[in-house]
């Protein structure tokens, strides 16, 4: 990879990037204490992620079994039966007696299965990679949750700000509606201009209305992030505080950096070693495998005699187990994984480019939103002193209200296409953490998944 990011296209305003360490909390970068508090109680509560804990369970378990099959099996067993023959059996009419009896036996067996080709070898290396991949797996869940808690809270701030600003409007409207009343009761305006100032008064009201809708569905989706029930949070949230304040700087690391720290590069990793490690296995089953048994028991009718060693009876020596002829199933598993093996590595190198181009695309963002940003502050400026301008014209008998109307449009747009930019800003940020991957694993220490009841 290369040494440093791609530079932003020229002439665009790009954010101050530093080499430094992608920071695990990376979104104490805003400064926004509720925010850092919403992360580490999703982090607690998230059911996706906690599910994604309990698939590590899962493969910590698989492994368990599948390095047990490797240690020497050794069973121990008990019985007592009585019986009795036919007296119509041919074992009776040779004289055999066939009064009932009692048998009993105990004993035990030993075997252990000699790893000559590395079939248990490749097996365990298999499943350890497949756990190591659940575990990179919640990493990448807690990186996405990180990312979705922050963006939804951003979204959210930046619907409130929106409310902030239409109450404004509202009473701005509502000055004008008297202003153009009172001029059509002296005739100075007409019923056109007070029907017009209300329509305006009617369209600020909507907009009221619409935002208070989107605020609502942002915060019962904190509250889906948090594992809480709809309208848990919105004492927390409802309290407006603007939009959190862009980073001065944005700590990036280095490229050669993404290989390191993006879970999903490393799970496509993990899993290419399972497939490699399933390959192996596959080629061991050719060879023959060597097994070593004992087993030894003590068989009689009288319980007396369940101590009398005389009433033994043993066995030991190795097996071995030669595949002949299977039908091909050996070379058609064989043909399964190798396949699989090379699906892995395509998997690994997709996710590689990937990661490259999500960064890059990220890199980019940032650099345009600040420079939109930056741009829609100015329209801002230019629309409010043609406000003021069209407002003291009106008022003056120089102009028509239409104009102070249009005015008072063009300002409401450019406040809130700024309010949106700066969202969209914070947004872009976001989204470079989460394709930089955030080290979220590396800070956070989940507590034990909670017990799930029905």
Not at 199 to 227: H, K
Not at 350 to 366: K, P, Y
């Amino acid at each position: 990879m290369r040494s440093s990011w791609p530079a932003p296209p020229e002439g665009i305003a790009a954010p101050t990037l530093t080499p430094t360490g992608v920071p695990a909390r990376w979104w104490d970068l805003f400064e926004d204490p509720l925010l850092s508090a919403l992360q580490m109680q999703a982090f607690d509560s998230n059911l996706d992620l906690q599910a994604a804990l309990l698939r590590i369970e899962e493969s910590q378990a698989r492994l368990g079994m599948t390095e047990a099959t490797g240690l020497p099996h050794v069973n121990a067993s008990a019985g007592y039966a009585r019986a009795a023959l036919s007296a119509d059996s041919p074992l009776a009419r040779l004289g055999v007696p066939t009064r009932p009896y009692d048998q009993y036996q105990w004993g035990g067996q030993a075997s252990w299965e000699l790893d000559l080709w590395g079939h248990h070898r490749q097996q365990t290396a298999s499943a350890r990679a497949q756990l190591e991949a659940t575990h990179w797996a919640a990493g990448a869940a807690r990186v996405t949750l990180a990312a979705e808690v922050a963006r939804q809270y951003l979204l959210l701030r930046g619907v409130q700000a929106q409310q902030a600003l239409v109450d404004e409007h509202r009473q701005i409207a509502a000055e004008l509606l008297r202003l153009t009343e009172s001029r059509e009761r002296h005739g100075v305006a007409t019923r056109f201009d007070s029907a017009a100032a209300r329509a305006e008064q009617a369209t600020v009201e909507a907009r009221a209305v619409q935002l208070g809708q989107q605020r609502d569905v942002l915060m019962n989706a904190l509250a889906l992030l948090l594992g809480q029930p709809p309208h848990a949070l919105d004492e927390r949230l409802l309290t407006r505080t603007g939009a959190p304040p862009m980073p001065p700087t944005l700590p990036v690391g280095v490229p050669g950096d993404l290989v390191r720290q993006r879970p999903d590069i490393l799970q496509a990793e993990a899993q290419l070693r399972a497939a490699t490690a399933d390959q192996g296995a596959a080629w061991a089953d050719f060879y023959p495998r060597v097994s070593l048994s004992a087993g030894w028991s003590l068989s009689t009718s009288r319980s007396s005699e369940l101590g009398n060693w005389d009433m033994r009876q043993f066995s030991v020596g190795p097996v071995v187990h030669l595949p002949i002829f299977d039908g091909g199933r050996l070379q058609r598993t064989l043909a399964l994984t190798e396949a699989r093996q090379r699906a892995a590595a395509l998997a690994w190198r997709a996710a590689v480019l990937r990661a490259w181009h999500e960064v890059a695309t990220a890199l980019d963002g940032c650099s345009h939103e600040h420079a939109k940003r930056a741009r829609q502050q100015d329209a801002v400026a230019h629309s409010s002193q043609a406000l003021d301008s069209a407002r003291h014209a009106w008022k003056a008998g120089n102009a028509e209200f239409t104009t102070v109307l249009v005015a008072q449009r063009s300002l409401l747009n450019a406040q809130s296409a700024l309010t949106d930019t700066t969202t969209a800003a914070g947004l872009a940020v976001v989204s470079l953490y989460r394709a930089l991957g955030g080290r979220v694993g590396e800070s956070v220490t989940l507590q034990t998944v909670a017990e799930v009841r029905p």
